[in-house]
Every structure is written in structure tokens, then in C-alpha cells.
């Protein structure tokens, strides 16, 4: 058994997630031998990286996995000394806001503490003329914003006493088909599908007047990687500018597969409701056998809202600038937005058609209504 030793060598924390899943994939079609942390799991937990996974005996395999774990500092220091990465990109995080709140000691552990366990191995193995730390940081800091839009300079501005090449992305909401299905953008094309289908009646939301500055997880990996390029470390944000709300982000979903919806009241008492079917669209887009069934509900509720759905701390409206990114990094965002929930609907689609036929078959399936 070999591994590979041409070209650079990345190490990827949170390599199971979402960003981590496209990075992986991105570096190694630039020719990167990738290692990855991944936590032990009682079940398999790497479903967004098996396209890419090689057996271990198999020679010059360009990913590797170890098991390992931000809270542990022995463990981060082996694995970083073993593997002498030339990039390490920590995208390992708590970053599910319910969550973080309901846990909050783990998630300073693992969230700061961790960035920090990072840091020093680097320092305490020397290694810091060879390699370039990239931190993955959240539009979520800026909380009560003091300017619109957020870049930089905004009222947050970290800083390290580590003399090393770490930088800093400030990465606003980036989603994709390989989203966590609890997460909003996720949660509603995956509904959306359920609903179309037959399959659920309706989905409940918390604050749909909230606006975020949504893009493709896809685009924000190429920051990632432009970011650890650039000669001096620096901190960019990496944000598209364009906010919508999570209620015209759900219209969209259902305008996608040509369902028009109407928002109605107020407060926990909104609710979407059915108007129109773009019969030639829904074909294409869900199936014909689908469309007579579905033609029953229109006039039906298929929006509500669940006060539970709502943030102890609500971060009202979020959107990023990223001039310094565009003009230093020449990167700009290649999805849109409509492109983006595409994408979404189109895998969410299928993957639900898949579900339904397994559920028809008398086989278990997941439910998730979080």
C-alpha cells in the first residue's frame, strides 16, 4: 500500500460535510493527495465522499481518512505530524444554530478550542514555514449587524498571535444538494419534493421573514482553496450580496416545478396555500403521474408556522460583501440563486421518487420533520 506523494498534500477536518465533500473533490482534480478527519460513527457516515473513496490497499491513493476529533488535542497533533500538510482547510464545526444552543459547552469546545488545538500543533511541530491554514468562520458572528452589507471590517475584526499563514473566511449561507437535511434551504426543497409527491402535506417553518444571503457550496470551495493561494494570509468574506427571504426562498422551490403559491396572514398565523400548476413544467420537472393527484390540492395549505421554528436570538437579515474577494482573489459566485435551488429541487426530486418507491415496496425509510 502507497500514498501518493505527487503535488500537495491537504488535510480537511469536516471532511464528511457538505463543503468538505466539494473541497475534497476540487482539490483532488488539481492533483492534491487529500487527508481527512472524521469522526467515529456507529454507522457510516461518509456518504458524500464515497464516490471518491479508495480502499486502503489499494496504492497511490490520492484520500486517506482518519478517525480523529477537534476536541482532542493528541489526537489533532499525530495526525497533523503524520500527515506534513501544506494546506489544512478546518471546516469541522458545530454549525447547526439550534443545536449550538442546546449544547453550548461542546460547541465553544469544538468550535473555538479547536481552532486553537489547530494552531498549536502547527507551532509545536514546526511547521508553520510549510503550511497554510484555512478557517472556516460563519456570517453568523456579525449577530445584530451594525452595517449592511457585512465585509471585513465589520465591527468584528479578529486577531491572532500566531506569526503563520491562517486565514480567515467569513463565509455567509452556502447550500447544495448535500446540505444537512435539518438546515433550512435543505429542509424546504426536500418538503417541497415530499409535497409534489404525495408524500407530506405540509411543512412548518419558524421566522420566514428572515433574510440570508444564500450561494452554491461549490463556489464557495474555490474561495477556499483562492484564499490559501495568495502570498499574505488575510481575511475575505465570501457572500454573493444578494439577500432573499426564507418565504421567497420557498416560493421559488415550488416555482421551480411550476407550482405558484400565495403567502397569507401573519405572524404564526402565515400560511401558504396552493394557487396555480404550470402543468407543462410540473411534467418535466416532477412526472406525469404525479399531476392529477397533485391538481386536487390546489386552494390546500402546504406552509405553516411553528413557533418552536424560532431562534432564541433571531439574526434578522444577513448579506455579505465580498469586494475584497472579487478584486484580490478574481473570484466571483457562478451559481444564482435559481440556479442554486435547481440544483437542490432537482436532486431532491429524485431522491424522494427513490424513497417513495422503497416506502411502496414495504421497505423502512427515514422521516425527518425537524
Given amino acids: 500500500m502507497k500514498i501518493r506523494e505527487m ?52 496504492e497511490n491513493r490520492n484520500l486517506i481518512l482518519h478517525y480523529g476529533d477537534l476536541t482532542d488535542s493528541l489526537n489533532l497533533t499525530r495526525i497533523i505530524g503524520e500527515v506534513q500538510p501544506d494546506e489544512i482547510y478546518n471546516l469541522a464545526a458545530m454549525s447547526h444554530v439550534k443545536v449550538s444552543f442546546d449544547t453550548p459547552e461542546y460547541t465553544a469546545n469544538a468550535d473555538g478550542l479547536g481552532v486553537l488545538r489547530i494552531l498549536e500543533a502547527v507551532r509545536l511541530l514546526n511547521l508553520i514555514p510549510k503550511t497554510r491554514i484555512y478557517q472556516a468562520s460563519t456570517s453568523e458572528l456579525y449577530g445584530l449587524v451594525q452595517e449592511v452589507p457585512q465585509r471585513e471590517t465589520t465591527p468584528f475584526y479578529p486577531r491572532s498571535p500566531y506569526h503563520m499563514h491562517a486565514s480567515n473566511g467569513i463565509l455567509f449561507n452556502h447550500e447544495s444538494p448535500l446540505r444537512g437535511e435539518t438546515f433550512v434551504t435543505r429542509k424546504v426543497t426536500r418538503a417541497v419534493s415530499r409535497i409534489v409527491l404525495g408524500m407530506q402535506k405540509k411543512v412548518y417553518m419558524g421566522n420566514l421573514s428572515s433574510k440570508r444571503d444564500w450561494g452554491h457550496a461549490k463556489d464557495y470551495v474555490r474561495a477556499m482553496y483562492a484564499i490559501l493561494q495568495q502570498d499574505e494570509p488575510s481575511d475575505y468574506v465570501i457572500a454573493t450580496g444578494i439577500t432573499t427571504t426564507i418565504r421567497d426562498f420557498i416560493r421559488m422551490a415550488f416555482e421551480e416545478i411550476g407550482v405558484g403559491i400565495r403567502f397569507k396572514g401573519e405572524g404564526i398565523d402565515e400560511v401558504a396555500i396552493i394557487e396555480s400548476i404550470d402543468e407543462g413544467l410540473f411534467v418535466k420537472k416532477v412526472g406525469d403521474a404525479y399531476l392529477e393527484n397533485f391538481k386536487k390540492r390546489v386552494g390546500e395549505e402546504v406552509v405553516g408556522v411553528d413557533p418552536q421554528y424560532f431562534r432564541p436570538t433571531e439574526v434578522e437579515l444577513l448579506i455579505g460583501d465580498a469586494t475584497k474577494a472579487r478584486t484580490r482573489l478574481g473570484w466571483e459566485p457562478e451559481y444564482s440563486l435559481a440556479a442554486l435551488i435547481e440544483d437542490m429541487m432537482k436532486n431532491d426530486i429524485k431522491l424522494m421518487k427513490k424513497e417513495s418507491y422503497l416506502k411502496e415496496g414495504g421497505y423502512k425509510i427515514l422521516n425527518y420533520f425537524e
Fill in 7 to 58: 503535488g500537495k498534500v491537504a488535510l480537511i477536518t469536516g471532511i464528511t460535510g457538505q463543503d468538505g465533500a466539494y473541497l475534497t473533490e476540487f482539490l483532488i482534480k488539481k492533483g492534491y493527495t487529500v487527508h481527512g478527519i472524521k469522526r467515529r460513527s456507529s454507522m457510516f457516515n461518509t456518504d458524500r465522499i464515497d464516490h471518491l473513496y479508495q480502499d486502503p490497499h489499494v
